[in-house]
Nanobody, 117 residues
Framework: QVQLVESGGGLVQAGGSLRLSCTASGRVFSTNTLGWYRQSPGERRESVAT???????NVASSVKGRFIISRDNGKNTVHLQMNNLKPEDTAVYYC???????????WGQGTQVTVSS
């Protein structure tokens, strides 16, 4: 089992910034993908940004140029720096951990991000 603890959500005005952090613990293996997904009411959960332990990233086109994903492999931590936030970025953001070998995925509890216009 892998446990994920997120922090950093909140309320911000449009154009503002927030930084999300997530730390994985438990049976964390060195080869993994850490990332962020989000879900708005009535919508499907969508990928925002992911990063492998090798450093490969995948960033959604809707946030490219505004959001930056980074990670500290030694601390099993992933961050999402969100700049120039827009009201459409409002959602619950979930941290994810995927074991690259087994493809097992674990989720954090979610953190609310609200962007006011």
């Amino acid at each position: 089992q892998v446990q994920l603890v997120e922090s950093g959500g909140g309320l911000v005005q449009a154009g503002g910034s927030l930084r999300l952090s997530c730390t994985a613990s438990g049976r964390v293996f060195s080869t993994n993908t850490l990332g962020w997904y989000r879900q708005s009411p009535g919508e499907r959960r969508e990928s925002v940004a992911t990063m492998t332990s090798g450093g490969s990233t995948n960033v959604a086109s809707s946030v490219k140029g505004r959001f930056i994903i980074s990670r500290d492999n030694g601390k099993n931590t992933v961050h999402l720096q969100m700049n120039n936030l827009k009201p459409e970025d409002t959602a619950v953001y979930y941290c994810s951990y995927t074991d690259i070998i087994t493809r097992n995925t674990y989720w954090g509890q979610g953190t609310q991000v609200t962007v006011s216009s």
